[in-house]
């Protein structure tokens, strides 16, 4: 397994070097131009010298290997540029924001799991009984509910109907320090919408994959034994079912990731949703090329640890991976 780990890791560093090339590319081709991004609403009537010279000092002017032969050679070094966009340098645009964005993920994340396991197998206890039709149904319609409608929604009742949490932000208005119970408080309705978001799928795979274990001969065989119907269900059916549910843990991290976008763009969560949809609307050529390396990054980590993880529960995958 290390030995697998430390092959994806290698192969990583290509497949990185040619995300920032494609963001490079895609940026270049963009009708949109860096230098009248830059100056706003100035740049509308600025002079075409102005507008060259402004472009040449954010070097949108220079050729686009130059260009991204550049910042990759000064992002080994650990210098990731400035944020044209944000007038900041990129390292802190990402390091005030990236620590909110994974508290954010990793709440949503757990909640998904925890809560979607539980609904999984009470529903896989009795396929076809009402549990598991109410359960299955609500699966399917929150699969394809977009993220920010949920999150729309869950402000309308929660917040304004209710007036029980709220609305948005990181604080409450005119707080001048960020305490843990704001931040909790704050955090509950953007990290419910996100798990909820992501929970259909583990419903879905876990109920598939009890389902199937409790028909398994080894399992009927247990029953046979006169083991207690618990220890049936959570000793022998949820640790065979639950195999599968491990491979969407990387799978889901794409999804989590654009969910996360949406979701902190509805509640104004200070993660780095803003810092991206500045950069792609003011093509940030440095700021684009280090988000996206970020968000290539996850899913390749999320897609190992979930490798990983399914090796550590079948010794025989693990031994195969080898």
Known sequence: MARMAGRRLL??????????F??????????????????GSAGLGARQDVLDQLRENLGADRPLLAHWWEWLSAALTGDLGDSVSLRQPVSQVIGERIGWS????????????VVGTTLGVLAARRRGGLLD???????????????????????????IRLGALPAGGLTDTGADVVTAGQVASHLVLPAGVLAVTQLPWFVLYVRQGVGDALAEDPVRGARARGLSERTVLLGHAL??????????????????ITGALLVETVFSWPGIASATVEAATKVDFPLLAALTVLA??????GNLLSDLLYGLADPRVAHEGM
């Open 22 to 39: 494609g963001v490079f590319a895609l940026a270049a081709a963009s009708p949109f131009d860096p230098a009248r991004a830059y100056a």
């Open 133 to 159: 039709r109410v359960v299955t149904s609500l699966a399917y319609a929150l699969e394809a509910a977009p993220p920010f409608w949920l999150g729309l929604l869950a402000i309308w009742f929660f917040a």
């Open 239 to 256: 640790r065979s079912g639950l195999l599968p549910v491990l491979t969407l843990i990387g799978s889901r991290v794409p999804e989590l």
């Open 296 to 301: 290539t990054a996850a899913v390749l980590l």
């Open 11 to 20: 192969a990583a560093v290509p497949l990185l070097g040619a995300v920032t």
């Open 102 to 113: 994974v508290l954010l993920c990793g709440v949503a994340f757990v909640l998904a799991v």
